[in-house]
């Protein structure tokens, strides 16, 4: 990022990512999903996809912190007019009546999204038709095609007979890495996300017991120690061999050349680490 000549962020809020920068940087304030977001044709609305592929509308109620914010689709649309004159996209309107955008998004998908202005009217939105959904699967055989991948054969990198692979997970309260919470009611776990989530012959095998407090090293060739501390062991219904514990708090067990060759991801499900107890029970 700093080897960029430019970089320009849209932000409703400053965070730790606008200290990493090119030479030049702009931080482009914006109105926020809870601002009202008024256009020349009207106030406008932009629409979200939950979990459950449901797609409703979102309006703003609040008003702009400042006159002078602008919409990100303003901003978007707005840099495109200055740098793409000759453009034959229409901008201009697209920045003024955003279900124009929409009735673009259903033109070139319109396997999930025709009527899609209409549908959105209604208020509790609309699932989206996605084949596998119901069990439809578009392939030759008619079924579900699964590709094996090699992935990352740890098995040859380390040389231990206790080791396990760390899965780094989110919490239930979690949105990426910004966490609203320390309960996890997928799990049961409240108050604390200092965890690991074992297999109870795993726990059995390592002469560890439920809520027993251990440390994580992780087993590298690279001569550098990592380790986290103070974790609480709790027994989980996983596959032997594996363990589980909440990222960012694991974060530091992950080598920066534990990543996948091709696409650059870092491993941070198949974390080789081993278990060290400190034999301590709440």
């Not at 809020?13 to 009207?42: C, F, M, W, Y």
């Not at 009735?103 to 999930?112: F, G, L, T």
Request: with cysteine; glycine share 6%; charged share 25%.
């Amino acid at each position: 990022m700093r080897q960029l000549n430019l970089t320009v962020g849209i932000a409703t809020k400053l965070n730790r990512g606008h200290i990493v920068h090119g030479r030049d940087a702009l931080i482009l304030p914006v109105i926020s999903r809870s601002e009202i977001d008024r256009q020349a044709t009207g106030e406008q609305f932009i629409t979200i996809e939950d979990a459950m592929s449901t797609v409703t509308a979102s309006r703003g109620v609040l008003e702009p912190a400042s006159p002078d914010l602008l919409s990100e689709v303003a901003i978007v649309c707005g840099m495109a007019q200055a740098t793409l004159p000759d453009s034959k996209i229409p901008w201009a309107l697209f920045e003024t009546d955003y279900g124009l955008i929409r009735d673009k998004i259903a033109a070139v998908y319109p396997e999930i999204y025709t009527d899609f202005n209409a549908r959105i009217r209604n208020p509790q939105g609309f699932h989206l038709d996605i084949p596998p959904r119901r069990r439809v699967w578009k392939t030759p055989s008619g079924k579900a095609q699964f590709l094996l991948f090699s992935g990352l054969d740890v098995d040859d990198l380390v040389e231990d007979r206790d080791m396990l692979r760390l899965s780094t997970i989110r919490s239930h309260d979690q949105f990426n890495t910004t966490i609203y919470s320390m309960n996890d009611r997928y799990r049961g776990i409240y108050n604390t996300r200092m965890i690991v989530f074992m297999n109870e012959e795993d726990m059995r095998a390592r002469h560890l017991e439920q809520e027993m407090t251990v440390s994580l090293e992780t087993l590298s060739t690279d001569g550098i120690a990592r380790h986290v501390d103070d974790l609480v062991v709790v027994a989980y219904p996983l596959p032997r061999g594996s363990i589980a514990g909440y990222y960012p708090e694991l974060n530091p067990l992950l080598p920066l050349n534990h990543f996948d060759e091709i696409s650059g991801t870092p491993a941070a499900k198949s974390i080789p680490v081993r278990v060290v107890s400190s034999g301590k029970t709440p």
